[in-house]
Each structure stands twice: as C-alpha cells, then as structure tokens.
C-alpha cells in the first residue's frame, strides 16, 4: 500500500493570521513614510520575514543599513507577535480541524509546510501542535516558497513520494513551490489569484476526501 500525505499551509490555511503580518507590515510602511495596498500585500504571503521586509522596502524606494533592517525585523515581529498573543482556538480558520481529523482518520499522513518562524507557537496557541505527522517551518527551511524545498523536506521526512502529496496554500508562491515540487497543490481563497491551483476552495470547510486528487477506491488503508 502506498503512502499519501496532505501538506498544510499555516498562516492563511489554517489560521487567520495572515491579516496581522498585513497589519505589522503595514504598520512598518507607515513608520517608514509609506503605504501599501491589499492587493500589493499578495506577493508576500508565503515569503519569509527577511525577504518581505525587502520587497517592502523597494516599494517605498527605502534604502536601510543590515543593522537598521535586522531592527525592523524585530520590531515588525513584535508587532506580530502583539496580535498572535490574543490567539486561541477561535483563530482557527473554518473546517480546518476538522478537515485534519477526517484526513488522519483516512489513514494519510499530514505535514505542516509554512515559512513561518512562529508556526510551533502558533500552533500551540490554537491546541494543534499535536496532530502534524512533520512539521517543516522557517527555522528548518534555507530557501523561501517558491522554492519548493518546504514541501519536499516535509515529504522526505514523512517517508511519502512527491507525487502522492497534496499541498494547501493561500499563497501564489506557495502554489508554485508545491508544482515544482510535483505535488498536487490546491488552493485556499481566491480561485483568480489562485489559478494555477488543481482547484480553489474558499477554506477547508468546503473540503472532502472525494475531493482529493489522489483519492480512489485504492487509495483509502483500511
Ligand atoms: C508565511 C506568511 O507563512 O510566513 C508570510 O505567509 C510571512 O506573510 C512568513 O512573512 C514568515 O513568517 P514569520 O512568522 O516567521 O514572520
Ligand atoms: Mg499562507
């Protein structure tokens, strides 16, 4: 019997926390004598603290010294951190845990795959930490989404071929590492940012096992 996984995404997938990185970056801009749009906020979601605060940057035409970036990096996580801290359960985003529990119920593996340096905290937060089989995040990963080295790492420790994997992601990036990966990949939110995913759902309550691309009658381990 061969082995299939499902890899989640965390912020925007399975938490609602995608709103605050906006907030804290933009919280940032404004501090710098600049702003950003919604729409502008896309291409950072996914994309790890380090690399974001540059493409932000660029945007307000800000040059900042190593030091004078590495203070912000702290400040903009702290900010963050401010609105994390008022997190629990709640924050979970609809049919998240509950997808989770029927996927592991199914008999396949799942694996967290996220750029985040604060996804074990996070999960904890929202009482998750205990359900992924793998957790691959920020503090594991050398290269940023879309790079596809998140999911293959999660892969690789789950023992599962790339091919048998399904990724989760809100973000474009995220999409595109899990295609170069060989993954299937399925997308949370909007379906035209999204389209390079199998499909996209608006969260994963309107997630089923049938609707997995690896699903058949052999596929389920009973
Ligand atoms: C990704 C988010 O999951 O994690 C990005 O989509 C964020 O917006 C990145 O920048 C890094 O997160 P953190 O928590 O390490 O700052
Ligand atoms: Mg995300």
Redesign the pocket.
Known sequence: MEGYACIF????VIVDT?KY?FLAWRKLANALGFDFTENQNES??????AE?LDIILAWGNVELTHAEKDEWLKTK?NW?LEHVLTMNEEAILPGAKEFITIVKNAGFKIALG?????AVSILEKVGLLNQFDAIID?TKTTKSKPDPQVFTMCADELGIAYKNCVVFED?EAGIEAALSAGMAAIGIGNKTILNRALFAVNDLSEMTLEKLPFINSNTIPH
Not at 44 to 49: A, H, P
């Open positions: 995404d965390l912020d925007g995608a990185h950072l979601k996914g994309i790890s603290r974001s996580n963050y996220s750029a985040s340096k604060n920020g973000a």
